[in-house]
């Protein structure tokens, strides 16, 4: 009867001592091919990235970024209609500088 408490308590401290091996690191797991193999959306990965680069303190663009979005005639016509429809998209998730005063151009 010791001999067979003896095998299992010798079993469990060999169970307990092993180290557990992951397969995946954390910078796998943020890595874009993965997430898009794991079926995660276009929209997900970018905001993981971003996300990434925030915490790194690193500028992170955005891949879907238009050019013609930043010149100037084109970029009021889209204020307007940012202010008209609060849905317009303008492409700012997730990225803009948080101010921590208010601004009369605050919207």
């Known amino acids: 009867m010791k ?3 003896l095998i299992l308590g010798l079993i469990g401290l060999f169970i307990a001592s092993n180290q557990a091996f992951a397969e995946l690191t954390t910078s796998d797991t943020v890595n874009p091919e ?3 193999n794991k079926g995660h959306s276009e929209a ?3 905001a993981t ?3 990434k680069s925030r ?3 690193e ?3 955005p891949k879907r970024r238009i050019p013609l979005y930043d010149k100037a005639p084109i970029k009021q ?3 307007f209609f940012m202010n008209v429809d609060p849905a317009y998209d303008d492409e700012s998730f997730m990225n803009h500088d948080v101010k921590m005063y208010p601004h009369w ?3």
């Open 34 to 36: 993965y997430l898009e």
């Open 3 to 5: 001999n067979k408490y």
């Open 55 to 57: 915490a790194n303190g």
């Open 49 to 51: 990235q971003y996300c």
């Open 77 to 79: 016509i889209r204020y």
């Open 105 to 107: 151009r605050d919207y």
């Open 44 to 46: 997900m990965i970018e």
């Open 59 to 61: 500028k992170y663009t």
